[in-house]
C-alpha cells in the first residue's frame, strides 16, 4: 500500500489546458465572421469570452473549466466537437433547399377561425400566407421530403456519434441504474447500435412490451401506447423489442415533421415551416424523437390531430385524441385547443351546415377523449395493478405539484449546490420558453397558444424531490409553437446560423450525457 499525496488541481494556464479553447476560440471567430459580424465585434466577442475565462481562472474556481480537462483528457472528443460545429453550416442549408412541387390551385385562400386576428399584416417577407390555398395532398408532398431529409440525416449522424463515442469513451452498459428491460444488448457491435439506447424510460417501455402491466410493478407510471406498439412491431423483427421501439420512433418521427410541416405552412407559409422542422429537429434533446421514448409517438399524434381538426375531419380526429391520452398524462391537455377548434368552426359554420348533427356531435366529442383515454389508463391501474401512474409518480418518483415560482427557485438553489449543467441548461430553457411565448402570444394563432401553453404550465409546476425540473428539457421538445416563432426570428441569417451552432453543441454535449449514464429522463 502507497500512500500518494493528492495536490490541488493543475493550473489554468498550462499549454495541454489552453490549447483546446484557444482552438474552440479559432472556430468561434471563424464562425461570427461566417454570420456576417464585423471582425471588431468578433474580436471583442472573444476578448470577453478571454476575460471571462480569466476571471474564472484567477477567482480559483478551476473545476468550472471543465471544456478545457475535457478536451485535454479526451482530445478525439475534442476533435469530434470542432468536426460538428464545422458541420453545422452545411446541415443548416440542407433543409433550405427550394424542393419542387405542383403550383396551388387558383381559388381563394381557406381561412381559419382558429389563427390570430389579422395575422397576414404582421407576417414579414418570407412569410407566404398564399401557401393555404394549396391542395391537402400537394402541402404533404414537400413536407415528407423535408422529413425524410432531416430524418435519414440525423439518424446517420446520431448513430455515427453514439458508435464513436462506445469506441473512445468508457459508456455504462444498457439500463444501467434503470429498470432491465428483458434482454440487453451489451456487448460488441450489438452494444454500439442497439444497447446504447437502452436507457431509462426506454428499458421501461421494453419490460412493458415484453411482459406488461403485473400488480405492484412501479412500470404502470408509463402509458400503454408505445409499448403496445414495440410489440407489435417486434413480431416481425424476431421479438426484437429494442430495434422495434426505436423503429416505432423513426416512423412517428417522419410522421411527426411531415404533418408539422402542412400545419405550420397553412399559417406562416413554407420557409417558415422548413425552419420549424430544422430547429425542432435540432434541438439540444431532440435525440429523444429517435430513441425508444415517447417523444416522437406524442408529437406526431398531436400534430396531426390538430391539422386534422383545422380541416373539420372530425372523423379522423378523433381516434388520435383517444390515442393521445393513452401516449402520456400530458395528452389530456390536447382537450383545450380541440374543443377551442370545435367552437370556432361552430361559429364560423352557415345555420344550414348546423343541422348536420352527426358531424357537430362528433366534434363535440372528441375533445373529451384524450381525457377519456387517460381516465381509462388510471382507472385499469388501480383495478388490475393496485396503484394508478399519478400514485407511482408520488410514491416512487417523488414528483409533486408546487406553485411555478417555488420550483424556479428550488431549481436555482439546486444548481447553485450541485453546480449540475442539466438542471441549470433544464431551468434556462423553461424560463426562456416562456418569455418566447409571452412574447410571441399576439403572433401564433389561438390553437397554437392553447396547445403549448397549458404544457409548459405543466412543466413549471411539476417538481422532482430529487432534481426540481426533471426532464423538463425532454418535456419542452414537443412545443412545436415556441419552434415556430424561433423560426419566425430565424429569417434573419445571423439568428438563423446562430441559434444552429448552440442548439447542435448542446445537442452534442446532452446525446453524450445521456450515452454515459448521468442524463436521467
Keep these: 500500500v502507497a500512500v500518494v499525496p493528492v495536490g490541488p488541481p493543475p493550473g489554468p494556464w498550462l499549454a495541454a489546458l489552453l490549447l483546446p479553447n484557444l482552438l474552440l476560440l479559432a472556430v468561434a471567430y471563424v464562425a461570427l465572421r461566417a454570420l456576417g459580424v ?8 472573444l476578448a470577453a469570452l478571454l476575460a471571462a475565462y ?51 390551385l387558383r381559388h381563394a385562400p381557406a381561412t381559419h377561425a382558429s389563427a390570430a386576428p389579422a395575422a397576414a399584416a404582421r407576417q ?19 413536407g415528407l421530403i423535408a422529413a425524410l431529409t432531416l430524418f435519414v440525416t440525423l439518424r446517420v449522424a446520431l448513430s455515427l456519434f453514439a458508435l464513436l463515442a462506445s469506441l473512445w469513451f468508457p459508456l455504462r452498459g444498457p439500463c444501467a441504474g434503470a429498470e432491465p428491460a428483458p434482454t440487453l444488448h451489451a456487448a460488441g457491435l450489438d452494444f454500439r447500435l442497439l444497447g446504447v439506447w437502452q436507457r431509462w424510460d426506454g428499458c421501461w417501455y421494453e419490460k412493458i ?21 414495440m410489440r407489435a412491431t417486434g413480431v416481425v ?27 405550420v405552412r397553412e399559417d406562416f407559409g413554407a420557409a417558415v415551416a422548413r425552419r420549424t422542422l430544422l430547429y425542432l429537429s435540432v434541438f439540444p434533446t431532440a435525440f429523444f424523437l429517435f ?53 370556432q368552426q361552430w361559429r364560423a359554420a352557415a345555420p344550414a351546415a348546423r343541422r348536420t348533427c352527426r358531424r357537430w356531435a362528433l366534434a363535440a366529442l372528441t375533445p373529451l377523449l384524450p381525457v377519456a383515454g387517460l381516465v381509462a389508463f388510471l382507472a385499469y391501474g388501480k383495478v388490475f395493478v393496485g396503484r ?18 417555488v420550483v424556479l427557485a428550488a431549481s436555482w438553489q439546486y444548481v447553485r449546490a450541485h453546480a449540475d449543467a442539466v ?22 394563432p389561438r390553437l397554437y397558444v392553447l396547445y403549448a401553453a397549458p404544457q409548459l404550465l405543466l412543466v413549471a409546476v411539476h417538481e422532482n424531490s430529487g432534481q426540481p425540473l426533471l426532464s423538463a428539457l425532454r418535456y419542452l421538445l414537443v412545443l412545436f409553437p415556441v419552434f415556430t416563432l424561433l423560426a419566425l426570428a430565424g429569417r434573419r441569417r445571423r439568428l438563423h446560423y446562430a441559434w444552429l451552432i448552440v442548439s447542435l453543441l448542446l445537442l452534442a454535449f446532452l446525446l453524450y450525457t445521456f450515452l454515459s449514464g448521468p442524463l436521467v429522463a
Design 54 to 104: 480569466a476571471a474564472l481562472a484567477a477567482s480559483g474556481r478551476t473545476e468550472a473549466l471543465s471544456l478545457a480537462y475535457q478536451a485535454t483528457e479526451r482530445p478525439l472528443g475534442a476533435a469530434v466537437t470542432l468536426l460538428w460545429v464545422a458541420a453545422t453550416p452545411l446541415l443548416a442549408r440542407l433543409p433550405e433547399a427550394h424542393w419542387r412541387w405542383r403550383p396551388p
Design 423 to 444: 438542471e441549470a441548461l433544464n431551468l434556462a430553457f423553461v424560463v426562456a420558453f416562456a418569455a418566447l411565448l409571452t412574447v410571441g402570444l399576439r403572433r401564433l
Design 38 to 45: 464585423a471582425a471588431p465585434r468578433a474580436a471583442a466577442t
Design 388 to 405: 394508478t401512474a399519478l400514485q407511482t409518480q408520488e410514491a416512487l418518483w417523488g414528483n409533486a405539484f408546487r406553485a411555478p415560482w
Design 291 to 343: 430513441a425508444p421514448f415517447s417523444e416522437a409517438l406524442f408529437l406526431a399524434l398531436a400534430v396531426w390531430a390538430l391539422l386534422l381538426a383545422r380541416r373539420g375531419a372530425w372523423a379522423w380526429t378523433a381516434p388520435l385524441a383517444l390515442l393521445l391520452g393513452l401516449t402520456r398524462a400530458q395528452g389530456a391537455l390536447l382537450a383545450a385547443p380541440l374543443a377551442w377548434e370545435a367552437a
Design 237 to 263: 423483427l424476431a421479438d426484437n423489442l429494442t430495434l422495434a421501439g426505436l423503429i416505432v420512433s423513426c416512423v412517428a418521427y417522419v410522421a411527426a415533421m411531415a404533418g408539422l410541416y402542412a400545419l
Design 124 to 142: 414579414p417577407a418570407d412569410i407566404a400566407p398564399a401557401d393555404q390555398s394549396a391542395t391537402h395532398a400537394g402541402a404533404l408532398r414537400p
Design 209 to 229: 412490451a415484453a411482459l406488461g402491466y403485473r400488480p405492484g410493478d412501479p412500470s404502470i407510471n408509463f402509458f400503454p401506447l408505445l409499448p403496445a406498439l
